[in-house]
């Protein structure tokens, strides 16, 4: 461990600096998408799920330890009775931005415009297909894609942008709607992202065949529109990212922690729905936070906690690696 001297700061062994905060406040989805959940996934107890003041108390507790930008995520965020109060809760602490993800399902006019009034500062959708048909068959679920798409106007309409959508893309699914995606973008003037498909699902179906890597997929766009390579936002960014040569509106970004690792520049950490903290997404070992929010321990113990916790950070995921173990959590009860 760092030594105590001084301002308290979320840094790992390996020198990287924590600025980004990845809090889940539920493990359910009202989606079961094939690369995340199994349709009988269990879910956790709600009496082991963080309360909406434990949620705010350890976003504070970051804050203070240098967390500048707060993403709310889930499971499905958007289902959390008491979502509006998490925000709020988060916001009035001053953190610089809190961004949510959602599939967008419940993204209406009036629950936008209810989120931006809370204090959330902006949306990133996932949507993995804009054909009605195979949007069901991925999601598994009774929403639309037009119904996602819609809800993306709403965010734009309530000021909740910049808005993203992701597309994780997985070969034998959708690898062949990427230039249908992108055309979204230019549509509506937004920045689509697409992920490299990555060993977190539930039903431990990953294997390499399934993943189209980052290359084939700006090749794939870059043939029907000519991108411009305008790299990554800052060093800490996930998202190489590109412009439309001939000038249309909106953005391409492409995240590729498989075939190109960007986790040398990691600042991120998470801590799950029910009270766990994890330094990666690949972490094969966390840390109960929650047992310490019950037990009425001080803010400082819990510091020292997630101090810890942040130092034992892994180098890398080591996806490719011999030997690569997949976390036993699938994304779902991780939070992205």
């Not at 809800?151 to 959508?165: D, N, V």
């Not at 794939?220 to 529109?225: G, P, V």
Request: hydrophobic content about 40%; aromatic content about 6%.
């Amino acid at each position: 461990m760092p030594a105590r001297s001084g301002r308290r700061a979320l840094i790992d062994s390996h020198g990287r600096t924590i600025r980004d905060l990845r809090l889940s406040i539920t493990d359910r989805c009202n989606f079961r998408c094939v690369y995340c959940m199994e349709p009988d996934v269990k879910f956790a107890r709600t009496a082991d799920m963080l309360k909406p003041d434990e949620l705010v108390r350890l976003a504070r507790i970051c804050i203070d330890l240098g967390i500048e930008k707060v993403r709310i995520t889930g499971g499905e965020p958007t289902v959390h009775p008491k979502l509006a109060r998490i925000i709020s809760g988060v916001a009035a602490l001053g953190v610089q931005d809190i961004a949510m993800t959602t599939n967008g399902a419940l993204a209406t006019p009036a629950a936008c415009a209810a989120w931006k009034k809370a204090g959330l500062s902006r949306l990133t959708f996932s949507l993995d297909s804009v054909r009605e048909d195979r949007f069901t068959r991925i999601t598994r679920s009774t929403s639309s894609a037009a119904q996602v798409i819609d809800g993306m106007r709403a965010a734009i309409a309530a000021g909740l942008g910049p808005i993203k959508a992701n597309a994780v893309v997985v070969r034998g699914f959708n690898e062949d709607e990427v230039i249908a995606l992108a055309q979204l973008a230019r549509d509506l003037g937004i920045e689509m992202r697409f992920i490299e498909y990555m060993p977190l699902d539930s039903g431990r179906a990953w294997e390499p065949s399934k993943l189209v890597p980052a290359a084939e997929i700006i090749a794939s766009i870059n043939s029907a529109f000519p991108l411009v390579d305008t790299g990554r936002d800052n060093e800490h960014s996930t998202s190489l990212n590109y412009t439309f040569a001939d000038g249309a509106p909106g953005r391409i970004g492409v995240i590729a922690p498989v075939t190109r690792p960007f986790c040398g520049a990691c600042s991120r950490l998470r801590i799950t729905a029910d009270g766990k903290v994890r330094p990666c997404l690949f972490s094969l070992e966390e840390w109960d936070v929650r047992a310490l929010l019950r037990a009425d321990a001080s803010d400082f113990d819990i510091g020292e906690l997630l101090l810890h916790a942040t130092w034992s950070k892994q180098r890398g995921h080591g996806i490719t690696a011999p030997g690569f173990t997949q976390p036993d959590r699938p994304m779902s009860s991780i939070g992205g």
